[in-house]
C-alpha cells in the first residue's frame, strides 16, 4: 500500500518538475503558475518519500549485515531504528497525501462581530481584528481593510493559501477579563463571532443582476452626523438568499459598490460549498453561530493568560503573544487534526 503511494507521490513530483522545465510552460504564464502551485503543494510529500526511500535501504543494508556477520548490538539498533522511522514516515506520507479543501488556496474575507456582551464585546471585536491583520502579515499576506465601525470589521486577506491558515477562526471567540470600566474588578465574559469566507471570483459564482435589490444611501458617522454629502453609502440585497451587504467607508459609490459585491460573492460561495459539501465546508451560519456565551470554539482568559481551543482541547499558556499575531501553534495544531479526520473519512470510506 504505502510502496504504491510512494510510487505515485515519486511519478507526479517527476511530471510536474519536467511540466515547470518545459520551454512551452514557462511562456504560459497561467500555466507555469499552475504547475508552480502543484509543485510546492507536492514538494512536502516529495521530500516524506525520498526520506522513506532512505529508510528502508538503511533498514535492507542492516539486514543484509546481519545474516552476513550474525547477531551485532549496533546493527540490531540499526535495524530497529529503520524500521520505526519507516513507520512514522508511512503515517507522514499519508496524511501529506489527503484531500486538500478545494478552498485552501484562496484569498479570504473574514467578518467580525461583537457579540454577547455589550460595549466589552465591541472592544473584544476590535482585539481580534489586530489580532488577525498582524497574524496575516506575520505569514506575507497582505490585508484590505474593507469596512470597520465600532464592533464590526471586514477586511480582506490576499495570499497564496490564505483559506488554509483563517479558516480555523470561524466561530465564536470568548474573551474572560476585567472590562476597564469595571470598578469592582468582576471578571466579565464576552464573545465576538468571526466568519471567514473563501473569496469568490466571478466564475465560481454567477450573480444575475436581476437578483439583486441595490439602494444608495448618504453614509454616516457616529451619532449620525454626516460623513458626506452624496449618496455614496451602497446596501445590496440578493432576494433569492435574502443576504444583505453594506458598504460605506470609501467616498465613491462605485467603489463601495465593487466591495459589497465582492463580500457578497463570497458569501454566495460558501453557501454554495456549505451545500455541495456540508462535512467539509460549514456554513457561514453554523461559523458564527448566535454569539452567546456557552456558543465558543476558543476562550481567552487574560486572568490566567491562558488560551483554549475547545475543537481539539490545545491549550497555551501565551495570551499576550498570541494577541499579537502568534497564531502558528494553534493553526499547525488545527491543520493536523484536519487532516487527521479527512485520513479517517477516507479510509471509512474505502472499507
Sequence with gaps: MIE??????????????????DPEVISDRLRYAEAGRRFNQLGPAAKLADEWRRAQDDAAGARELLAEAGEDPELREMLDAARERSGELEEEIRLAMVERDPSDDKNVIVEIRAGAGGEEAGLWAGDLYRMFTRYAEKRGFKTETLSASDGAYTFEVRGDGAYSVFKFEGGTHRVQRVPETESQGRIHTSTATVAVLPEAEEVDVQVDQNDLEIDVYRSSGPGGQSVNTTDSAVRITHKPTGIVVSMQDEKSQLQNRERAMKVLRARLYEAKLAEQQAELAAALSAQVGTGERAEKIRTYNFPERRVTDHRIKFTAHNLDQLLQGDLDEFTAALQDDEKRRRLDAAAANNV
Excluded: T
Aim: aromatic residues 6%.
Design 4 to 21: 504504491s503511494l510512494v510510487e505515485q507521490i515519486e511519478a507526479r513530483f517527476a511530471e510536474v518538475q519536467a511540466e515547470m522545465a
